[in-house]
């Protein structure tokens, strides 16, 4: 059983498959072991990412362990989960349109037991290694920008570069943008920084009780559990901050076609639309 619904999976393949250039085999005997198969690669990475499992517990006979981390080094350096995003992002906003008059930044801190580039001493894990994740997402929770850095770092310090990677990716902002915060962002820096982007702010106050002021800052909490849906951003074991950065964007991209699939059912028809009807 496919750890994603081919309602998912196969529309992410296309586009996957469609972005790394093709392999030409320079072996100059032409003797050694054929080269497995991109799409065998591609789901054992998807494995690996809803999972959280170390690549030899999901290897097998078609592809091994060794194989796998290779293959997702190269399409990292390729930046091809950063691309995928991006044309999730496209298609989201041409079907059904993103709503940027509203967007919230929040941060959240997860398990990195391994350390590495990205890792940082965890505030609320009696110091152990973390990963925070900084996402800004428009009105209806559509991850846009994406940052990955130590837990050590405070969320404050990671919202201009949160938002300076969702103006990147969706280009020109509305005139009128409110940014929604919580408590940990009240300061006259994150003002300050809001004033200079051109943006407004809708900041939680220090000593207010959260449900008087959650306003429409739950969407990206939401958000948050839908990317801690996936075991290898519960308890990322990877060091390298490429390749971190490469399952964050993937499963932003996953995120945003679910999202795609279930608003745009109800509006759109096409041939194999998944049904939901219960099955008898």
């Known amino acids: 059983m496919p750890v994603l619904p081919s309602c998912l999976l196969d529309p992410l393949w296309d586009q996957f498959a469609a972005l790394p250039p093709e392999h030409v085999d320079t072996h100059p005997l032409g003797c050694h072991n054929p080269r497995i198969p991109d799409r065998i690669v591609f789901e ?9 499992s170390g690549y030899e517990r999901i290897a097998g006979p078609a592809c091994s362990g060794r194989t796998i981390r290779r293959r997702l080094t190269y399409w990292a350096e390729l930046g091809i989960s950063a691309q995928v995003r991006a044309l999730a992002l496209q298609a989201y906003d041409r079907m059904i349109g993103l709503e940027l008059g509203e967007l919230s930044v929040d941060g959240c801190i997860t398990k990195a ?3 590495g580039e990205v890792a940082g001493r965890a505030p609320v894990d009696r110091g152990k290694q973390g990963l925070k994740r900084s996402v800004a997402s428009e009105a209806r929770g559509v991850p846009l920008g994406l940052v990955s850095a130590g837990a050590n770092r405070h969320d404050s310090h990671l919202l201009v570069p949160a938002l300076e990677a969702a103006k990147t990716q969706v ?18 820096k994150t003002r300050c920084a809001l004033a200079e982007l051109g943006f407004t702010g809708e900041i939680a106050r220090k000593g207010v009780s959260a449900p008087i002021q959650a306003g429409t800052r739950w969407v990206i909490e939401r958000t948050h559990s839908w990317m801690n849906g996936f075991g290898k951003l519960r308890r990322c074991i990877e060091k390298r901050s490429l390749v971190v950065d490469f399952y964050v964007y993937l499963a932003a991209a996953i995120v945003t076609l679910r999202m795609l699939t279930r608003r745009a059912t109800p509006l759109y028809r096409w041939d194999g639309r998944p049904t939901a009807r219960r099955l008898k």
């Open 44 to 52: 054992h990475v998807i494995a690996a990412l809803v999972h959280g």
């Open 171 to 188: 280009g020109p902002l509305p005139e009128q943008v409110d940014v929604n915060l919580d408590r940990g962002y009240d300061s006259d």
């Open 113 to 115: 037991p391994c350390g």
